[in-house]
């Protein structure tokens, strides 16, 4: 068990710079009445988040990244989207995309 | 504590826990694989372990080891986390829309927990909550807290010889990119939610193909946003966020 002075200093200053920016918000947004148009604009940043977030990790690998559109990723991805469309279950999308991910990888 | 106060309190670690599941099985194999990552570039089960509790925040930590295996300095290291982790800003800008009416000390422990994952599950829950079901900010701080000690027991098990799971077992690799999939599903409540995740998604491909990191995602979520923002405004009042509830 040991942690080395220099590793402890860099990992608390880490933990400093990843935690302002998800308190800020909270602390002060969280108090306030927010203005309408910061309602309906905030409103839309989860929806764009979560597909500037996938999107990239289906289309694209490397490093540098660059375009690759047969990944067994983007092909699971479409088959687990309907399901999650149907059933909207999550633990069911998670199970399926895993097995489906998992048999692409025994076929190809 | 009255026999309701607890009985409130358990409740709330039961279905916390119940939804957080997803995310516990996601982390670990990214979880096991830093742990092997970081063991490998000389960091230490504790120094390991310390971190995830500290930072629980996976791509940084992948990318501040691999910085530190290349020799990089203390302020590169805490810079490049800083600028990696600054979406969460947006984050938890969505969620304070949630949290109103909870107190300064629970804020300060919820936003530690504040990440892709629990984010997005969270804010799902939120919105559907009504009639039936009712998420509330203890069952989020639940699946936050729920979803850390995931994090921290999978990197410190990969510290200690995750090398010896085989990888791709199971199509565990794909577990978090379902759970993103379908929790991207829950989002699209209409025409306008859709056409803001089709314009951030090819955004963001398109800017992840230029520049390195992840910066295309705080970039490409709030271009796609603010088009969506216009757009509803454009087309009068039919599609209005709908009002935040007070309690």
Redesign the interface.
């Given at each position: 068990?040991?942690?080395?002075p220099?590793?402890?200093?860099?990992?608390?200053?880490?933990?400093a710079?990843?935690?302002v920016?998800?308190?800020?918000?909270?602390?002060?947004?969280?108090?306030k009445r927010?203005p309408?148009?910061l309602?309906?604009?905030?409103?839309?940043?989860?929806?764009?988040?979560?597909?500037?977030?996938?999107?990239?990790?289906?289309?694209?690998t490397g490093?540098?990244?660059?375009?690759d559109l047969f990944r067994p990723?983007l092909i699971?991805?479409l088959p687990?989207?309907l399901f999650?469309?149907k059933t909207?279950?999550?633990?069911g999308?998670?199970i399926?995309?895993?097995?489906?991910?998992?048999?692409t990888?025994k076929l190809f | 504590m009255t026999e309701h106060d607890r009985e409130k309190l358990l409740g709330a670690i039961r279905e916390g826990v119940k939804a957080a599941w997803p995310i516990c099985l996601g982390y670990c194999p990214i979880g096991l694989a830093f742990g092997v990552v970081a063991q490998k570039a000389g960091m230490s089960p504790a120094e390991i372990g310390l971190m995830s509790l500290l930072v629980f925040a996976g791509s940084s930590q992948f990318i501040a080891v691999s910085l530190l295996s290349s020799g990089a300095g203390f302020l590169a290291v805490v810079l490049t986390t800083f600028t990696v982790n600054l979406r969460h800003l947006l984050m938890s800008s969505a969620l304070a829309l949630h949290l109103r009416r909870v107190t300064t000390p629970w804020i300060t422990i919820f936003a530690y927990g504040v990440t892709d994952e629990s984010f997005a599950l969270n804010l799902a829950r939120f919105r559907s909550s009504g009639p039936g079901s009712d998420w509330d900010w203890r069952r989020a701080l639940v699946v936050n807290h729920v979803s850390n000690l995931a994090w921290v027991i999978s990197t410190v098990l990969g510290g200690y010889g995750g090398a010896f799971i085989p990888r791709g077992s199971f199509g565990i690799d794909y577990a978090l990119v379902a759970m993103l999939l379908g929790l991207l599903v829950f989002q699209l409540r209409g025409g306008l939610y859709v056409l803001v995740a089709v314009v951030s998604g090819f955004t963001a491909v398109l800017l992840s193909l230029v520049i390195p990191g992840n910066a295309h995602v705080i970039i490409a979520s709030v271009i796609a946003a603010t088009i969506g923002f216009f757009l509803s405004r454009g087309r009068g009042a039919s599609q209005r966020a709908e009002p935040v509830d007070e309690s």
């Open positions: 068990m040991k942690v080395d220099g590793m402890f200093l860099l990992i608390m200053a880490m933990g710079v990843t935690y920016p998800r308190w800020l918000p909270l602390f002060f947004l969280s108090r927010l309408f148009w309602q309906a604009w905030l409103d839309l940043i989860p929806v764009a988040i979560l597909s500037a977030l996938i999107l990239p990790e289906l289309v694209a490093n540098p990244r660059h375009l990723e699971v991805a687990t989207l999650a469309l909207r279950s999550l633990g999308t998670v399926l995309g895993m097995a489906l991910f998992w048999l990888g | -």
